[in-house]
């Protein structure tokens, strides 16, 4: 696991799989969840979904306001962002749960150290993230990557991944 903060952000990364959604939903009642990626790609809304509330905007899809039972599809290689509101028309957010090797510690990464591809990459990351200041940003792809501005929201997933007092 890394972890640090980054300005107002929280974040942590694991190569191990956290229960990002399960965990998320009780901290962000209210927002939205907007699925930027689903299975690497996008996601098209099935009449069921429409009817439970989800909308799309451009590429992305809107859940309704979250309450603990929302039920959230689910693939491979997914990015959310959880917003106060509804994004804006005309958000076309890059998407870097696709980008194979992609972390927020480079140091830990299997590249070089200070690899200039990734430096950039990390760099349109915040900036993007500084831009749309999600409640908080969840990818489950090659490391489960979640930034927040809740930090206990933080805690409760790095908690996740502490072995247990007393376990060998």
Same mark, same amino acid.
């Given at each position: ?46 009449? /069921?979904? #429409?009817?439970?509330? @989800? +909308?799309?905007? *451009? $590429? ?7 309450? &603990? ?50 430096? /950039?990459? #990390?760099?349109?990351? @915040? +900036?993007?993230? *500084? $831009? ?7 990818? &489950? ?28």
């Amino acid at each position: 696991m890394n972890a640090g903060n980054f300005g107002e952000f929280w974040w942590l990364e694991s190569a191990m799989s956290l229960p990002l959604i399960d965990t998320a939903l009780p901290f962000h009642i209210g927002a939205r969840l907007c699925v930027t990626a689903f299975d690497s790609g996008s996601l098209r809304l099935t009449p /069921e979904e #429409v009817a439970a509330g @989800w +909308s799309s905007a *451009g $590429e992305i899809m809107v859940s309704p306001p979250i309450v &603990s039972s929302l039920q959230v599809p689910r693939g491979e290689y997914d990015e959310w962002y959880l917003l106060e509101g509804v994004p804006p028309a005309n958000w076309r957010p890059e998407v870097f749960v696709n980008y194979g090797g992609f972390t927020l510690a480079p140091n830990s990464s299997s590249r070089v150290p200070g690899d200039e591809a990734l430096r /950039e990459m #990390v760099e349109r990351f @915040w +900036s993007q993230i *500084g $831009e749309v200041r999600p409640l908080s940003y969840l990818a &489950s792809g090659d490391l489960d990557i979640v930034v927040s501005r809740n930090q206990p929201f933080i805690e409760r997933l790095a908690s996740a991944l502490r072995p247990r007092a007393g376990a060998e």
